[in-house]
């Protein structure tokens, strides 16, 4: 296995399988690939909220994504 695949939502459990693909990835001398999926949310004319662009919500899970990696 060469490379690892870790899904984040930046949960509790989300750190515990990243915890658990480092421990792997060293047995296995493997890189990690961590990845974030973010989704734009749907738009209604019912319920009135600031909306953000696309490339504000891509930025903040841009320094969520480095945060997490710091960390």
């Not at 690892?4 to 001398?29: E, R, Y």
């Not at 738009?43 to 960390?71: C, G, H, R, W």
Request: proline letters at 4%.
């Amino acid at each position: 296995m060469k490379t690892i695949l870790v899904p984040t939502d930046f949960s509790g459990c989300a750190d515990n399988a990243l915890n658990f693909a480092k421990g792997l990835a060293t047995k296995l001398n493997s890189k990690i690939i961590l990845h974030h999926s973010c989704h734009l949310p749907a738009f209604t004319m019912q319920v009135p909220f600031e909306q953000l662009s696309e490339e504000e919500l891509l930025a903040e899970a841009m320094n969520n994504i480095k945060e997490y990696i710091d960390k």
